[in-house]
């Protein structure tokens, strides 16, 4: 399937997807480059993979590790996540847009072949139509969501101008035992562990708040599927990924199953709260699953299930 990639560069790399995606791509032959900030360093690596420590606020450092790697793809997927992006504007747009536009315009001078970027239904705002139509305008209501946007038309147009294979995927909330805390979103996720070491836990919504989700390896299989796929196939620009609709209250039921001990209290957060309240349940995925035959395998109970399997197994 990713014959056609032989070397390929992953910005935040080290970090959840990044880690998985490049385990993919190792196991395909690819040569990986993972690029990320100090203190992410794994303490092991594979023979075809190199870590490469720097920031994306540093465009030589970005020229250096197009110059010596000479990657054919890129998977960009370093990013200043939801809560980090709020508590600091300046650093999200110099790391999210700004280091993204000097990553694309290096593209372009070293003929990267395909440049995919992972977006985000953060990148839609306000009340959205639920089901979320693929034509909806994407008008976000934070800086993360702002950034996100900024790229997905920068990406688009130099895959216009200049023929650079953009690709983007725009995931809804993660199911992930690795779900980093800087993400407003991760607290289901964060509950499993709770439940897991015997601590209680304090959910920042409603039990009723819920939104559009998906587990962590339908998020990695997508990627490799999508970026493995011929280009005539592909008739958007970006696609929507949906697997189920999750609630808080699914999430308390599924681990109550498990651990009829566990306790929680909820004490809402009203920012967190009202993206629940305002993204959407389902989100039409029409298109990928035509296009390139997106079909998730989770759905919750499965989800829930690895999560438990995952972190037992010390992940
Ligand atoms: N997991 C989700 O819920 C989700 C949902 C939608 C979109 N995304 C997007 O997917 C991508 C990967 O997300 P993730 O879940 O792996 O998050 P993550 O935080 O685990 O990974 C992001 C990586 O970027 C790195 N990074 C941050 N600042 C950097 C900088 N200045 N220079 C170089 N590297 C830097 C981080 O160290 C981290 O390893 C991100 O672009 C994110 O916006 C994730």
Do not use: C
């Amino acid at each position: 399937m990713t014959s056609d990639i032989k070397t390929a560069l992953l910005t935040g790399g080290n970090g959840n997807l990044g880690r998985l995606v490049g385990d993919q791509l190792l196991e395909r032959g690819v040569q990986v480059i993972k690029f990320d900030i100090p203190g992410t360093e794994p303490a092991n690596t594979h023979p075809n993979e190199t870590i490469v420590i720097g920031d994306m606020r540093n465009s030589q450092t970005l020229a250096g590790l197009l110059q010596d790697y000479q990657p054919d793809t890129i998977y960009h997927l370093a990013s200043l996540l939801s809560g980090s992006s709020a508590a600091d504007h300046q650093a999200a747009w110099d790391i999210n847009a700004t280091g993204s536009f000097q990553l694309l315009q290096l593209s372009l001078e070293h003929k990267v072949n395909r440049f995919f970027f992972a977006s985000t239904n953060a990148s839609y705002g306000g009340k959205v139509e639920d089901p979320l139509p693929e034509s909806a305008e994407q008008w976000p209501e934070n800086i993360y969501g702002a950034t996100k946007v900024a790229v997905e038309r920068l990406g688009v147009f130099f895959k216009q101008t200049h023929g650079l294979d953009f690709r983007v995927l725009r995931f809804p909330l993660v199911i992930s035992p690795f779900a980093p805390t800087t993400a407003v979103t991760a607290f289901p996720s964060h509950a499993f562990r709770a439940a897991m070491n015997g601590e209680s836990f304090v959910f920042p919504v409603n039990a009723q708040a819920g939104m559009s989700t998906i587990f962590l390896e339908d998020v990695i299989s997508s990627i490799i599927d999508y970026t493995s796929a011929p280009k005539q196939q592909l008739t958007n620009h970006a696609y929507n990924l949906h697997a189920y609709h999750l609630t808080t209250q699914m999430v308390i039921d599924e681990i109550l199953k498990r651990y009829p001990d566990f306790q929680y209290s909820f004490d809402v957060n009203n920012t967190v709260q009202s993206l629940f309240d305002n993204w959407p349940n389902v989100v039409i995925d029409k298109s990928a699953r035509e296009d390139w035959g997106w079909q998730p395998k989770y759905d919750f109970a499965d989800s829930a299930e690895r999560m438990f399997d995952w972190i037992a197994e010390g992940e």
